[in-house]
């Protein structure tokens, strides 16, 4: 993989370009740390007995792939819109480009009512009980509010709920490593497959799961616009942020391992809690629930930030309405686009089966990772004047095939939910070709009268 530097000149943008490199690192990391890991160990030891590292290992490979095909097209497009830029580009379709930019927009504003409620949900009631739905809008209106006041103010809020939520696993790593150092726990479990099962194909099936805690990275594309330097700090931060993510959560996983049986992992719902409880060590319970919530609302902010650049930057591109593209003078945020998607995500905290919604996440960014892959290999007939980063050419190729094998492992419900919410994306794209047609035609007929 290369970098070259960069020319002194930026690409201009209406918004503006206040994200360093260790902020966009932060961004990053938060946002792929966000608060899957907090649940995540009790359902992967459900498939893989102690061998919790292993999937996790697998999709941080797996994840690393697309990444490196990010890398590539963002630095050489730097422009907010992501993938369905790209797609615009190299496939010359716009249904095509707002599909991909629609399975985002999908993708997020569910992965965001999903954290509204598992923020009002468990992680609340342990503070104060107060009823579910009300207090995840509620919740979702506040981001919308921070979302829209500036994005280094948002940024900024990001800083110090990454570093919670980043010390709150560093808590069980360090405890457990005590736990052990005081002859406790079972090493030998952390090497332990399920009885009876192909070590293989559990890990694989493992790595299903585990890959959800990777994905988020994607949303930083969106952000470009926004980088100080962005050909150069982009690939970095990037980088740094998974491969930091990935030893954090192996490190977890064996942490997880060795002080709790696989069957006790998966009888608990908040199982990294019952790590740190299994160790001896004094911590309070509710300090932990506080860590939990803290983790969830970053992964709220950071999700509804990107989706709000993800609208702003289609509506520039003229597949969604130009309304869409309206930026507040002295804030420089796209207020139109932050209001509309934040009354979606309220309005998706009223469906219930959020299990079924948070795998159809996935599956919706596995056809945006699949879409990102291929047009890395397709652009590169397409030379730009500037320098950018440049992925080796077998790392799509094997992005493509991590996409593929991940969606095979999709079950048929969900694929049914996709296909109905790409279906709902597909109408609502004709409707925008159509009312843009009309306001053609009219600016015509004006003009021939006038004429």
């Not at 490593?177 to 005081?182: E, Q």
Request: net charge neutral; aromatic share 8%.
């Amino acid at each position: 993989m290369t970098s070259q530097t960069a020319p002194a000149t930026e690409a201009p943008t209406k918004l503006r370009r206040a994200i360093t490199g260790p902020l966009l690192y932060a961004f990053i990391l938060g946002d792929v740390l966000g608060a899957g890991i907090y649940a995540l160990m009790g359902v992967l030891s459900g498939k893989v007995g102690g061998l919790l590292w292993a999937p996790l290992v697998l999709a941080l490979l797996l994840a690393l792939l697309t990444a490196g095909s990010y890398a590539e097209l963002v630095t050489k497009y730097p422009r907010a819109g992501g993938a369905a830029v790209f797609a615009e580009r190299a496939f010359h379709s716009p249904l095509v480009s707002f599909l991909v930019g629609f399975s985002m927009l999908a993708a997020g504003v569910t992965s965001a009512a999903g954290l509204a409620i598992a923020f009002a949900g468990d992680y609340l009631s342990t503070f104060v009980d107060l009823p579910t739905i009300p207090v995840a809008i509620a919740f979702l209106a506040l981001v919308g509010l921070l979302n829209a006041r500036g994005i280094r103010e948002s940024m900024g809020a990001n800083l110090v709920m990454t570093a919670i939520e980043l010390s709150g696993l560093v808590i069980v790593i360090v405890v457990v490593a005590i736990f052990v150092g005081g002859g406790g726990g079972d090493v030998s479990r952390a090497m332990a497959a399920p009885e009876g099962s192909n070590v293989a194909i559990a890990v694989l099936s493992g790595a299903v799961i585990a890959y959800y805690s990777f994905v988020g990275f994607e949303t930083s594309a969106n952000m470009i616009e926004e980088v100080k330097d962005p050909r150069r700090t982009y690939p970095r931060a990037l980088f740094a942020a998974l491969i930091t993510a990935g030893v954090v959560y192996v490190l977890v996983g064996l942490a997880s391992a060795i002080a709790l049986p696989s069957s006790e992992l998966q009888e608990s719902s908040g199982p990294l809690l019952a790590v740190v409880e299994a160790t001896g060590v004094n911590v309070p319970s509710w300090l932990f629930s506080l860590i939990a919530l803290i983790a969830v609302a970053n992964g709220a902010l950071l999700t509804m930030i990107m989706v709000s650049r993800l609208t702003y930057g289609m509506a520039e591109q003229n597949l969604l309405p130009s309304v869409l593209g309206r930026v507040l003078p002295k804030r420089k945020t796209p207020w139109v686009a932050i209001l509309t998607t934040t009354l979606v995500a309220m309005g998706l905290t009223l469906v219930g089966d959020l299990a079924t919604l948070a795998e159809t996440v996935v599956l919706l960014l596995l056809v945006v990772f699949l879409s990102v892959n291929v047009s890395v290999l397709v652009l590169r007939r397409d030379r730009v004047e500037h320098d950018h980063f440049r992925v080796w050419t077998f790392v799509p190729v094997l992005g493509v095939g991590s996409c593929i094998l991940l969606l095979t492992q999709q079950r048929p419900q969900v694929w049914l939910f996709g296909a109905i919410l790409l279906a709902v994306g597909g109408v609502l794209y004709a409707v925008a070709r159509w009312t843009r047609s009309r306001s053609t035609t009219d600016d015509q007929k004006e003009h021939h009268e006038h004429a």
